[in-house]
T-cell receptor, first 114, second 112 residues
Framework: DSGVTQTPKHLITATGQRVTLRCSPR?????VYWYQQSLDQGLQFLIQ???????AKGNILERFSAQQFPDLHSELNLSSLELGDSALYFC?????????????FGPGTRLTVL | SQQGEEDPQALSIQEGENATMNCSYK?????LQWYRQNSGRGLVHLIL?????REKHSGRLRVTLDTSKKSSSLLITASRAADTASYFC????????????FGGGTRVLVKP
């Protein structure tokens, strides 16, 4: 158990819908990262937050947004869902968001868009 | 797009044998991490090696890093059936906020 929690574990929804994925980092970690794992694209970095502020952005679609709240939990919002958004979404956390940090991953949320 | 490429893509060995997988990457890095993923589940961190390190050990794991060749290797000694999983290398660069760029992974099957 990495100490990172993600809810829900599974999510099944329809095209065009909007969903919210939630992540609680390890106790004491200030930085949160979101990754998407799909069969065709592999594991891709989406976005990073550090202490509530956006730190880095990757291949995140405009239909997707995220935020980190004062209590350091983070949410990833996916809207106007398409079939191709079906994937495993991982959250990771690290203490300071530095290159010396290990990133600890949560169990993931499996999103299925029908 | 992925920075790293793992080789081989799949590996099948007998329990007790060693498993070696390689990772190559394209740009300068500050660190390289190896993760294990059991079928569709979460990623488990195995080891982090910094760009100024050449070799690191953790239990039955040995990781090497050659920054001149932009490559790393992961060796699992005396493999067990429980080592069956996909193994990913991931590179980090602080300039990008330490986002991790993952390779495509090596699927390892350890047969009892």
């Amino acid at each position: 158990d990495s100490g990172v929690t993600q809810t829900p574990k599974h999510l099944i929804t329809a095209t065009g819908q909007r969903v919210t994925l939630r992540c609680s980092p390890r106790s004491g970690d200030l930085s949160v990262y979101w990754y998407q794992q799909s069969l065709d694209q592999g594991l891709q970095f989406l976005i990073q937050y550090y202490n509530g502020e956006e730190r880095a952005k990757g291949n995140i679609l405009e239909r997707f947004s995220a935020q980190q709240f004062p209590d350091l939990h983070s949410e990833l919002n996916l809207s106007s869902l398409e079939l191709g958004d079906s994937a495993l979404y991982f959250c990771a956390s690290s203490p300071w968001g530095r290159d010396t940090d290990t990133q600890y991953f949560g169990p993931g949320t499996r999103l299925t868009v029908l | 797009s992925q920075q790293g490429e793992e080789d081989p893509q799949a590996l099948s060995i007998q329990e007790g044998e060693n498993a070696t997988m390689n990772c190559s990457y394209k740009t300068s890095i500050n660190n390289l991490q190896w993760y294990r993923q059991n079928s569709g589940r979460g990623l488990v961190h195995l080891i982090l090696i910094r760009s100024n390190e050449r070799e690191k050990h953790s239990g039955r794991l040995r990781v090497t890093l050659d920054t001149s060749k932009k490559s790393s290797s992961l060796l699992i000694t005396a493999s067990r059936a429980a080592d069956t999983a996909s193994y990913f290398c991931a590179t980090g660069a602080e300039a990008a906020g330490n986002k991790l760029t993952f390779g495509g992974g090596t699927r390892v099957l350890v047969k009892p």
